[in-house]
């Protein structure tokens, strides 16, 4: 009231002063639809009287346009529209602000009056437009009052209108009876001149210039596209206007950004800034929608919880009778006198289900490829030293390793060990969820009271709002991630306590065969899934750049388990430290925030990185290579140029671990090869590129053990390879959605909603709902897979199996 009110007053006394110094002041009677050519001074001011009628029923609108006739005037004609309830003024020619305080002029305006309800049936109301100016030479002008046809909107039906910078363009929509959200859409077929939508209430004054049209209301930018869901309960009247203005600059919405030498008072010629641009109101779901949306998400992934019980009740009930089998053939061999060793022996009907016995395997058994690259670990192979079995320089230097090698430590000093990346999870995901929450809870009570719908990348044409959240949708799609997650956790759990049970009763086949089993890591990698699900709502609730980080911390975090977890099946005894391992991850996320504040065309920063990321490849891989058997100190290039003079120099000959030596250079030339892509193309998005990265050294190592468990002739389960096609053909689809791009916080917001497109599940989830469905599902069949991939080795010994 004071910004409105005080100005108009001072208005009001100045056109009084003026009046007093021997002013002529002339009323006419005027009609809507007729053109006035006159002129006005000083000395004179010309005042046009309008009647119409208001109906309570009916709403009519009322626009003034006023063009200026006379080419070149120093003083501004002042107009002064006075009605019932409200009062507008604009001088022409209006003068409106750009970037940098530039100035357009423009000399046609147009402006509707709004239109207060009136609590009578019908009455006749007044308004009057009054025309002065200070130029001491006659100004010449035209001014056109006219009805304004179809003002009020009707629901599902498109209009269309024109709309300048000075001549905005607002329209009034009534709720009808049943419908409490409607989703106005906005469509233009041209990007710019860049424009504004904005959703405010029936009163008066409506603001609809580019310099006021944010005070109150909803309000976005847009090019071609803009879509706003308003719920009735937001409006006391039940209606509200739609305003549409056209900005005088295209900067908010990624438009060119020109640089002009300014001068004082220097007018820029505002140019040719018409938009054409059409508007439809639509209903929005009913609540039935929103309940079958949420059934919908939690049957799915409750069907998962189902399946699991049924799929562990059918191993359990095949493990009860390859146990009666098992015991029924050894009792046999009993009663015929055979010869019993203390370990039992496996019956062909046994291997043919994956049961492996005790027993040492005879190299025959094996195939071709595993006895040209790996060979039995027998005494003859080395030098039979004092200290053999215990100098882990002479023991991880071998060539051909077993896992019993480097499983040596105490069972329950590695438990301790890989429980603290459990517990470490546990703890760093509270700490950096509460401020999480309490951030994008800032965020949506931002936008909820500014109006300011630019603040959040959503899908406007699917974001349907529940209470104060503005996009429930996208919020509840991440659902999965939590319930699989948990459920992930309750398989480890079961597995984890059969496992302990078999310890208690010193069952051989636990304590001496089979991949050491070790769950802190599955523990932590199901911790993570539910956060990357709880921190991916959080995102969700205002997706923006500033908080992208939040949907790809545990993403990393995922990433870096799962190649924890592939290593450290055969190689228990020397993988990463929980707090080494959350350091790296750590120093992963540092570098994601400062790619994302500093990397957008920063050509320092990507020379610095990629640096960097070749010199951990490097480093990675001599750890990786040399089992952790090599020091970085001042001596390390005078040992490297000796390996190179002795080994390639001297007597030419090749790795003596020729298969990590291969893994190593793929991988290294996968890590280059991203290192210098990221250098030359400088994607936007570096939190996207940094995870493909960490996806990509995922899958190569996933692919390598996959490869070398085939080639040491160890066999892929049933279930193992049910998981591992379904989950590829999950991830396959996922992608797909993914790769839709809906929104994108790259751009402006008005180009990022060019993007958006209509629900296309249940009308209430969109496409990236469907890649937060099937990627959690794809996740929880990775870690499956992780699972359960070397189960056939449970009753192999640990001498027998090879690491790779």
């Not at 739609?242 to 001068?263: I, S």
């Not at 957008?600 to 480093?619: E, M, P, Q, R, Y």
């Not at 790259?746 to 890649?771: G, M, V, Y």
Request: contains cysteine; hydrophobic residues 45%.
């Amino acid at each position: 009231v004071y910004c409105v009110g005080v100005p108009v007053l001072v208005l009001w006394v100045s056109v009084c002063l003026v009046h007093s110094d021997s002013s002529v002041v002339v009323q006419k009677e005027a009609q809507f639809g007729v053109s006035y050519l006159d002129t006005v001074t000083s000395h004179n001011q010309t005042i046009y009287s309008f009647n119409h009628t208001v109906s309570r029923n009916k709403t009519e609108g009322v626009r003034v346009s006023v063009e200026l006739l006379s080419e070149t005037t120093k003083s501004p004609i002042l107009f002064v529209i006075r009605q019932k309830q409200a009062v507008l003024s604009f001088q022409v020619p209006l003068i409106l602000r750009g970037l940098y305080q530039r100035k357009y002029q423009y000399t046609q305006v147009g402006r509707t009056l709004c239109q207060p309800p009136t609590l009578v049936a019908s009455e006749t109301q007044f308004f009057y437009v009054d025309v002065s100016t200070l130029s001491s030479t006659s100004v010449h002008y035209q001014l056109r009052v006219s009805r304004v046809e179809s003002f009020t909107l009707q629901t599902d039906k498109k209009f269309s209108f024109n709309a300048t910078p000075s001549q905005p363009q607002f329209f009034k929509y009534v709720f009808p009876d049943g419908v409490d959200t409607v989703i106005v859409k906005v469509n233009s077929e041209k990007n710019f001149p860049c424009s504004v939508m904005s959703i405010q209430d029936i009163q008066c004054p409506v603001y609809d210039l580019d310099n006021n049209v944010a005070f109150i209301g909803m309000y976005q930018t847009m090019t071609k596209k803009g879509a706003v869901t308003v719920q009735r309960k937001d409006f006391p009247s039940n209606s509200f206007y739609v305003v549409v203005v056209v900005k005088t600059e295209d900067e908010a919405c990624g438009g060119p950004l020109k640089f002009y030498p300014l001068l004082p008072d220097e007018l820029l010629d505002a140019g040719n800034r018409s938009k054409t641009l059409d508007v439809v109101v639509s209903p929005a779901i009913n609540s039935e929608v929103y309940v079958m949306g949420m059934l919908f998400c939690l049957g799915i992934f409750l069907s998962f919880y189902v399946l699991t019980f049924l799929v562990a009740c059918i191993e359990n009930k095949r493990s009860v009778c390859d146990g009666l089998i098992s015991y029924s053939f050894t009792y046999t061999h009993s009663d015929n006198g055979s010869t019993m060793s203390s370990e039992p022996v496996t019956d062909s009907l046994a291997s043919a289900e994956g049961t492996y016995g005790y027993m040492e395997r005879s190299m025959d058994t094996v195939g071709r490829c595993r006895q040209e690259s790996l060979s039995s670990v027998e005494e003859d192979d080395y030098d039979t030293l004092a200290d053999i079995d215990s100098d882990k320089n002479i023991v991880r230097t071998k060539k051909y390793l077993c896992v019993s090698d480097l499983a040596r430590k105490d069972k329950r000093v590695l438990n301790k060990k890989y429980q603290i990346y459990f517990w470490n999870i546990s703890t760093i995901a509270v700490f950096y969820a509460l401020p999480v929450i309490q951030l994008v809870i800032t965020y949506q009570t931002v936008v909820n009271v500014t109006g300011n719908q630019d603040i959040c990348y959503y899908n406007f044409l699917c974001a349907h709002p529940l209470g104060a959240l503005s996009s429930f949708n996208n919020i509840l799609s991440n659902l999965g991630y939590v319930m699989l997650g948990l459920l992930f956790l309750l398989i480890v759990l079961q597995r984890d306590i059969l496992h302990n049970r078999a310890l208690m009763r010193n069952d051989i086949t636990a304590l001496e065969c089979g991949i050491p089993k070790h769950f802190g890591l599955f523990y932590a990698m199901g911790t993570a899934l539910m956060m990357e699900g709880l921190l991916s709502a959080c995102y969700h609730v205002c997706p923006n750049y500033t908080n992208f980080q939040f949907d790809t911390s545990f993403m990393y975090m995922i990433a870096g388990l799962c190649m924890l977890k592939l290593y450290q099946k055969r190689h228990p005894d020397i993988n990463a430290s929980a707090y080494t391992a959350y350091a790296c991850l750590a120093a992963v996320i540092f570098f994601s925030v400062l790619g994302v504040v500093f990397g957008k065309g920063n050509t320092a920063f990507w020379i610095v990185f990629s640096v960097i990321h070749i010199l951990a490849t490097l480093l990675l891989s001599t750890q990786l290579y040399y089992m952790g058997r090599w020091k970085l100190d001042s001596g390390i290039l005078r040992r490297m140029l000796y390996v190179i003079y002795t080994d390639c120099v001297r007597q030419c000959s090749g790795p003596m671990y020729i298969d990590r030596m291969v893994l190593l250079v793929m991988g290294n030339i996968v890590n280059w090869s991203l290192a210098a892509y990221g250098l030359i193309k400088r994607p936007n998005d570096f939190a996207s590129y940094l995870l493909a990265i960490a996806i990509c050294n995922l899958l190569l190592y996933f692919a390598f053990y996959i490869i070398m468990k085939l080639r040491s002739g160890e066999r892929i389960r049933c279930l193992a390879l049910v998981c591992i096609l379904f989950t590829a053909v999950v991830w396959g689809f996922a992608l797909f959605f993914f790769f839709q791009g809906l929104s994108t916080w790259q751009k402006t917001p008005a180009e990022s909603r060019e993007h958006n497109r209509d629900c296309i599940l249940l009308s209430f989830f969109d496409d990236h709902d469907i890649w937060h469905f099937l990627s959690s599902i794809a996740m929880f069949g990775s870690f499956l897979v992780l699972l359960t991939m070397d189960d056939d080795l449970d009753t192999v010994q640990r001498d027998k199996i090879y690491v790779f």
